[in-house]
């Protein structure tokens, strides 16, 4: 399977919302700030259902 940039972006998606959970966390306000940031800064992955999964929050 080629790895699309659906995919691609995916993954990104997935390793900010990683990250910002690592932040969390860790309790670090700056970093949980810069972390929300870069994850609205991502545009949401493209829900393969209708209805928004748990990858709202």
């Known amino acids: 399977m080629a ?7 995916k993954k990104k998606y997935r390793k900010a919302v990683l990250n910002l959970r690592a932040a969390i966390k860790r309790g670090n306000a700056e970093a949980i700030r810069i972390r929300r940031e870069q994850l609205q800064a991502l545009p949401k992955p493209r829900q393969r259902y209708a209805r928004e999964g748990h990858s709202a929050s």
């Open 3 to 9: 790895i699309t940039t659906r995919i691609r972006k």
